[in-house]
């Protein structure tokens, strides 16, 4: 008889963004577990691709770490494999000792007003994934011939959509931005983005590296309201986090700016809640309601005004997508789990786990926390693990992309760059499919 305990085990994390590579690099310290991370895209590394900010190389460059993972030999990438689609969570868990559900937080939360579903409303998950060339939404196609865009929200992604659309193309140079959201955005009309926060500075969620960066445009000026910004004594200020105080330095400072003629103007303006979007089909305007705060409560105070705008982008959270066979909580946004297990054998890490808070780098606690949890509680159950998924894409038809083909993708899209971009990102599967298949 083989003793139980000296076989594989085997676990397959849903998922190749940060929290599945690091639930995916905790794991694999151990000799005796292998590890199949999927993805329904034929590349890996998720938000890191598709969310983190074109401008922003340096924080992208984190993959580097997660390409070591992957060269290892205790874990393998195989990408083009849509688990609810191409093959059932049922069947994952057939094959594998546990599945670890990596999965994100793809869709936008939705504004839930009147209107919000007019053409020009479209959520930062889409306005993000078209410019970062996301194969789900390249098509995206938003008409950009207009004057003034308002973004909502006062959480870093507002900041990266403002930003974008408010860089030249020297600025965004060194970027790995989509050729055709470069194209349609230098070319914009845009003279004036507003960012609104429905609460105050204090309570504001972006962060002062960020704040930063808006005070260094080089065609666009940042203004707040002087009366909008609280005058803090040196004791109030120093009372409040560190975060919120750096903020407040930036923010103090843009009250001294003002517009000025053939630069854009980003205007970032607090206490102002979205009450309805104005438009035909179309929008032409948002209504919103002015609000004070509370015990750091939003509270309306009836008094209505109006934006004159044609396209909005609410940049207010996201949540993840119900997978078949784990179970899911709708008032959460993501899957029901207790401390990152859903059930025997079945686990969550990342924003599929807690929602879409916290830093890329708040997932490795997550996912070394998840990837000791399986080791303590998982024992190998002589499943087939890789060689039952390969037998079974096999049967199948469906062509697995392996760690060795995305470097043949990678390659080619770094070859297709010129000047300063790091790269030139495929926008279309069968794009990437051909460049693996070289
Ligand atoms: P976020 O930080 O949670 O910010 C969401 C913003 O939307 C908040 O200001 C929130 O206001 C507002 N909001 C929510 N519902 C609203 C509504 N119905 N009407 C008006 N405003 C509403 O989320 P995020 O910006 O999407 O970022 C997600 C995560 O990714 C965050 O942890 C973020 O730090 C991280 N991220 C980091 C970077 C970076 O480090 N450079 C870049 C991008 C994203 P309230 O506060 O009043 O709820």
Known sequence: MPNKNSKLLQVCIIGSGPAGYYTAEALAKEENVRVDIIDKLPTPYGLIRGGVAPDHQKIKGVYRRYEKT????????????????????????????????????????????????????????????????????????????????????????????????????????????????????????????????????????????????????????????????????????AALPLVVRKNMVHLKAFTGNRPEAGKKTLHMQFYSKPAEVLGEDRVTGLRLEKTRVENGNCIGTGEIFEIGCQMIIPCIGYRSVPLEGAKFREDWGCFDNQDGKIEDRLYCTGWAR?????????????????????????TPGGRPGGAGLDALAGRRGLEIITFGDWQKIEAAEEKAATGEAPRVKFHRTRDMLTAARR
């Open 354 to 378: 807690r929602g879409p808070t916290g830093t890329i780098g708040t997932n490795r606690p997550d996912g070394h926390q998840i990837a000791a949890r399986i080791l303590r509680e998982v």
């Open 70 to 237: 992957s060269l290892g030999e205790r874990v393998r990438f195989a990408g083009n494999l849509e688990a609810g689609q191409d093959v059932s969570l049922g069947e994952l868990r057939e094959l594998y000792d546990a599945v670890v559900l990596a999965l994100g937080a793809p869709k936008d939360r939705t504004l839930g007003i009147p209107g919000d579903d007019k053409l020009g409303v479209i959520g930062s998950a889409e306005f993000v994934g078209w410019y970062n060339s996301h194969p789900d939404f390249a098509g995206l196609d938003p008409d950009l011939d207009i004057s003034t865009v308002v973004v909502i929200g006062n959480g870093n992604v507002a900041v990266d959509a403002a930003r974008v659309l408010a860089k030249t193309p020297q600025e965004m140079a060194a970027s790995d931005l989509a050729p055709y959201a470069a194209e349609k955005i230098h070319a914009a009309p845009i003279s004036k983005i507003w960012m609104l926060g429905r609460r105050g500075p204090l309570e504001a969620k972006f962060t002062p590296k960020e704040m930063g960066e808006l005070g260094e445009l080089q065609n666009c000026i940042t203004v707040t309201d002087k009366d909008q910004i609280p005058d803090l004594t040196e004791e109030q200020l």
